[in-house]
């Protein structure tokens, strides 16, 4: 599980509700529930006004200015990633890479992060690969990498008519079996979480469920979502499923607990 962090706290917190004003007293009283202290909470809410990713007003609250993560608009529509699966004709859509250096480690760090979102894996050398069977295809794929931080001179590409043995090969990149064990564990988590609710304060399933809740989320990003011929696409409607009631159950708590007023429209 991600080591939480002053910073990780804020991020989970002003993504999980972007339009709702954070006082720092509330921001604080967040931190001292998770085990953070208020200096570590003040630093980090400055360092990401400093950045342009919290927005500041007067009375010193904050607020989330989406813009300023590249990555939002993957993390803001998590609930609804199995609906972008297309039916799939067994084509595939490529990245390369090549153009980049190899010393350009900032670009290229971004790079395979997009790239690892959109579920691609690496094939022979800069090459990543991953089935066309998501809405839009190509274009769409070409956009979202674009926006979310792939370097400037890749390429995108579909590639078709593969002979049988690579089509077998590409087939293989992903470890199915390791992504349906993740979904189906942390349903369970989650499932166990909740049934432990009763029997916890506030404060305690506050702080688990922020823990659980970002690792539900990010498995949910990070799930390729393969076509149904490689991959059962049942554990992940599952967990989705499950991860909107959690989340929906947790941030009505947080709501009380930090004492927040309704999300603007």
């Known amino acids: ?5 002053a910073r990780k706290l804020l991020l989970d917190l002003a993504t999980a509700r972007p339009r709702t004003r954070y006082s720092i007293a509330a921001l604080c009283r967040a931190g001292q529930i998770v085990g953070l202290s208020a200096p570590s909470i003040r630093m980090a809410a400055t360092r990401l006004h400093d950045e342009g990713v919290l927005d500041r ?3 010193g609250s904050y607020t989330l200015h989406p813009e300023a993560l590249l990555t939002y608009p993957h993390v803001r529509d998590w609930a609804a990633r199995h609906t972008t699966r297309t039916p799939w004709t067994g084509t595939w859509a490529a990245v ?18 997009a790239v690892d979102l959109l579920g691609f894996r690496p094939w022979r050398g800069a090459l990543h690969i991953r089935p066309d069977n998501l809405t839009g295809g190509i274009t769409a794929l070409r956009d979202t990498l674009q926006a979310t931080g792939m370097a400037p001179g890749a390429a995108v590409f579909g590639v078709h008519d ?21 979904l189906d564990q942390t349903t369970a988590a989650l499932t166990a979480s909740l049934d432990r609710l009763p029997t916890l304060t506030a404060e305690e399933f506050a702080h688990e469920s922020l823990l659980l809740g970002s690792q539900a989320i990010a498995t949910i990003l990070h799930d390729p979502l393969l076509p149904d011929d490689l991959c059962d696409p049942e554990p992940h409607r599952r967990l989705t499923t499950l991860a909107q009631t959690y989340q929906d159950t947790a941030q009505a708590i947080w709501a009380q607990l930090l004492n927040l007023e309704p999300e603007r429209p």
Request: proline share 2%.
């Open 1 to 5: 599980m991600t080591e939480l962090t």
């Open 57 to 59: 007003d007067g009375r």
């Open 96 to 113: 390369d890479n090549s153009t980049t250096a190899r010393t350009d480690r900032a670009v290229l760090r971004h790079h395979d992060r």
């Open 162 to 182: 593969l002979d049988p043995a690579h089509d077998t090969e590409l087939r293989g990149l992903w470890d199915t079996a390791a992504l349906t064990t993740r």
